[in-house]
């Protein structure tokens, strides 16, 4: 798979016949290595072992109803009272980080009201912090690193 803007990680990978697969902790189960699915699992690793997120207040693929449409979060890590507080949009490395992109990501933020929002395809990163009164966000220079 292709290098990416992140550490490297020991991922477990697996083929079968001619399908690779790739072991997702969060879910504990082997998930088709798909780009957008390598990107994920790298972040996840990212955010585990440099952001110090807790593996346990993180949820992958979260069905959500937004606008009653249901739509998937990537990964939605919580804080210590059970909210949302980071939505993470994950993209292959081969998608441009776009403006659909960003209204994707807001609306989850809808949903959820998180109080950061990233979005990534792998090589590029970028991360926002929601001002949830004036309904804008603003652009960080790096991803926070977790904190009770």
């Not at 189960?29 to 072992?49: A, D, G, S």
């Not at 998180?114 to 603003?138: R, S």
Request: charged share 20%; hydrophobic share 35%; aromatic share 10%.
């Amino acid at each position: 798979m292709q290098n990416l803007n992140l550490p490297n990680y020991s991922l477990k990978l697996k083929t079968e016949g001619q399908k690779t697969f790739i072991f997702d902790p969060i879910r504990k189960k082997y998930l088709v290595n798909t780009p957008e699915e390598w990107v994920r699992q790298n972040f996840i690793q990212y955010l585990i072992h440099e952001k110090n997120y807790p593996a346990s207040l993180m949820v992958v693929e979260m069905g959500i109803d937004v606008l009653n449409t249901k739509k998937r979060c990537d990964i939605v890590l919580f804080n210590t009272k059970g909210n949302p507080h980071v939505i993470v949009e994950c993209k292959a490395p081969s998608i441009k980080i776009s403006q659909d992109t960003f209204d994707q990501i807001a609306r989850y933020n809808l949903t959820l009201n998180p109080e950061f929002l990233i979005v990534t395809n792998g090589l590029q990163h970028y991360v926002c912090v929601m001002d949830h009164q004036k309904k804008c966000y603003h652009f960080l220079k790096d991803i926070p690193t977790y904190s009770a």
